[in-house]
């Protein structure tokens, strides 16, 4: 397994689509697609993320690393396979912001990693909340570039837990990484160091609320 | 030691000697909307605003630069793009404004057709009438690499880079033109040196492998014809593996993050290229004045001795938010720690400080 890993890894970190096609293919031969996502991708994307924090992965390899595992998920698990996860209700948005590329790299490897989710573009703090409401969210993903729209994430929170909202706001972006406590500050339930930590999160809140 | 004036410090320190103290480049830009009470979209619309704001700011923290800087997406407006205003921070751009087959015929725009960019270049002539050769004033270009995450998006420029080699060869043709005559405008508008902001090249971005094949050859292309000396910023990326590769370049300054060891940048710059670094411009804005004088003396005593330290924060803009009292503390902490010889520092160090 540890060999399909670091296999499936260095192909994607060398934008080598065609050997990631294959080792998910070999993996086939004896797992379920759920399987290979679960046991190849997601700890080759964990990684790759870890990776990206310590400074020896950068963030083209790990955005063009989701692409790829998006595309090849979307073939081995189509969105409508019942394998899918099911998970409660789930979206991500930029706040505020005209960054999108973190949103971008975060909603790839969470489809990678076999969960659906809505995906709400860039929205300010009114719009949020109340497509978040009328969607009954369960699990918010926030991405923020700009120290401001992190500030304004403080309005949410506080604005759908006053609305009786039983929803996870997670958030992530660079304001986050740059203050390790401005997470807390404005409210949030956590944050997701990179996008493999972002959908390790889901999981762990998937089986809370189970 | 005779007291410097502010160009006097910073060219001693860029020429790797010490000066009377270390040079603090304060790189304030909301900051200057605040002093002249107007907002931040009113505020840019006049050349007289900023070049007062920035005066009053030179005054009240007594920093030891002038910065000419409006915001990022000002080159964008000459290209045919727009900037969002906001009230808490900086402008932000506009939609993307090409997608790749428009790369194929693109141009780049004149200097003197776009309104932004000669309020910029009446800003620079208005500050070096007023200091003339006692303070450096900073001009910026955003690199010719880095523009395109405004012009068409991060992602699809990434993909650019990776899958379409032709058009982003073509892309950095444009690109360089504008920069080198937007950087060469600057500089005979009164701006001392050029930030060149480079935020893709670094490592955070892009592996070290693609960056000597892109962003460096294009820095190796575009640097040379700038008639004046550039500071390249990584705008918070990390720079630590390339920083002799960034020294090849021809640059003066590198831009420094706060998620890298000052000192260890330092040893790797081996007197080749100065710092300019690294307080946590995010942080900053809930230190307290006893934090903002630890971080000053961190950053001094990792960088400082034998000159090409500048200090300043690691982005290249201090947020708006950054309350007043915590500059001022900085500016305070530069003072009482930052005059030279620095012999505090060993004591600093045995204490494990």
Redesign the interface.
Known sequence: MNGWIAAFREALETLDRIGAESIVNQARSEMTPIQVVDQVVVPALEQIGQAWETGDVALSQVYMSGRICEELVEQVLPPSDPDRKHQPRSAIVVLCDYHMLGKRIVYSQMRASGFELFDYGRMDVDELVERALADQIRVLLISVLMLPSALKVKQVCARLKAAGAPIRIAVGGAPFLFDDRLWQEVGADAMGHNAAEAVSLVEGWMREMA | MMAMNSMQRTLTTLGQQEPDRVPLFLLTTGHGAKEVGLSIEAYFSRAENVIEGQLRLLKKYRADCLYGFYYASIEVEAWGGNT?F?T???P????PIINDTQIDTLEAPAIDGAPGLRRVLDTLRGLKQRVGDSVPIIGVAISPFSLPVMQM???RY??L??EQPGRFERLMQANIEFCVNWSNAQLAAGATAICYFDPVSS?????RA?YLETGHAVARRCLPRIKGATATHLA?G?G??IIGDIADTGTAIVGVS???DLAQLKAAANKRVSLLGNL????M??WTPAQAEAEVKRAIAKAGRGGGFLLGDNHGEI?Q?VPDEVLLAIRDAVDRWGRYPLDWIADWQDEGA
Do not use: K, M, V
Request: glycine share 14%.
């Open positions: 969002l906001g808490d921070g900086p932000q751009c506009g939609a998006g991060f992602d990434i993909e880079i990776y490592t955070t971005t892009i592996p693609l918070s990390r630590l593996p706060a998620l890298e946590n411009g995010i942080e804005r809930r947020p938010l």
